[in-house]
């Protein structure tokens, strides 16, 4: 049994360090623990001795994700995708993303930097689209930061 509670121990204090360092999803600690060759049953016990204790947190984490992706310029699709692939669960995900609003002087920021101010080349505005959407940003929002940039939208992005 003392070899059972070590094991337990050495988890949890694993999973503090993590957690030192940045807030982390739920899933993301547990892969964590495992790779540094704890048990899955004391990365599961160490997950929920921080969860009832309410210093693991997926719905914290998403807000803490949406703040850092908005500020490094990502749109809600890409946001969302990134939750996921952390194993933020449906409902934390549309909670964090409920009041999100993509930034207009971000989307101009992010134009500026691909068209250098010259939007007369079409193919320079397709690939600054591209650039985007790639980066999460919805089709309506684009068309936003287009006109709002002053841009003539071509027909043959509909």
């Known amino acids: 049994m003392e070899e059972l509670e070590k094991a337990y121990r050495a988890a949890l204090d694993e999973a503090a360090r993590q957690l030192s360092y940045r807030d982390l999803s739920a899933q993301t600690l547990r892969e964590k623990l495992v790779k540094k060759g704890h048990s899955e049953d004391a990365a599961d016990y160490a ?3 921080l ?3 309410r210093l693991l947190d997926d719905s ?3 807000d803490t ?3 850092s992706y908005e500020r490094r ?6 946001i969302r995708q990134e939750l996921h692939r952390r194993g933020v669960s449906r409902e934390d995900a549309d ?3 409920e009041d999100f609003s993509p930034d207009p ?3 101009r920021a992010l134009l500026d930097k691909k068209l250098n101010g010259d939007a007369s080349d079409p193919k320079a505005v397709q690939r600054a689209v591209a650039f985007l959407q790639r980066r999460g940003f919805s089709w309506g929002d684009i068309r936003q930061a287009l006109k709002d940039y002053g841009t003539a939208i071509d027909e043959s992005f509909d």
Do not use: C, M, P
């Open 51 to 53: 969860q009832a204790r």
């Open 65 to 67: 994700a949406v703040r």
């Open 105 to 107: 002087d971000t989307l």
């Open 95 to 97: 909670a964090a993303l």
């Open 60 to 62: 914290r984490f998403a």
């Open 73 to 78: 310029g990502y749109g809600e699709h890409r």
């Open 47 to 49: 997950i929920a001795y």
